[in-house]
């Protein structure tokens, strides 16, 4: 199940800067959807999935799918009530994604097999 409103971050909701390392999975519109957020270097996983504000931060790292970033930020409650992480800086890719496969399989390497 995930915790749509991340009430798991209610801990963290102290106005403190805490550091976070996430999981990029994809963008969506103007926001990233990160999963696998902990916090503080904790082992356990404080939010399954979470969405975040795309700031200069993140774009500068050009992120693709399966990247681990960390970064520093504040938990704060929004206006719908929900827990989230904004004001995101200092943020580093720490470990890229495995894109050894591109999805593109070329079987053979004979280009000209339509025009035979």
Do not use: C
Not at 13 to 38: N, Q, S, V
Not at 82 to 91: I, L, N, S
Request: net charge negative; proline share 2%.
């Amino acid at each position: 199940m995930i915790d749509i409103y991340n009430e798991s971050l209610a801990n963290y909701a102290d106005g403190d800067r805490h550091i976070f390392t996430a999981k990029f999975l994809r963008p969506d519109d103007r926001k990233g959807i990160f999963t696998e957020l902990t916090v503080d270097n904790e082992d356990n996983v404080v939010v399954k999935q979470i969405a975040l504000h795309m700031t200069k931060a993140f774009k500068d790292l050009n992120l693709e799918e399966g990247d681990v970033i960390q970064f520093e930020g504040i938990v704060k409650k929004n206006t719908r009530d929900e827990y989230t992480v904004e004001r995101p800086t200092r943020a580093e890719k720490i470990s890229s994604a495995d894109n050894s496969d591109s999805k593109v399989h070329v079987m053979g390497n004979d280009w000209d097999w339509f025009e035979k």
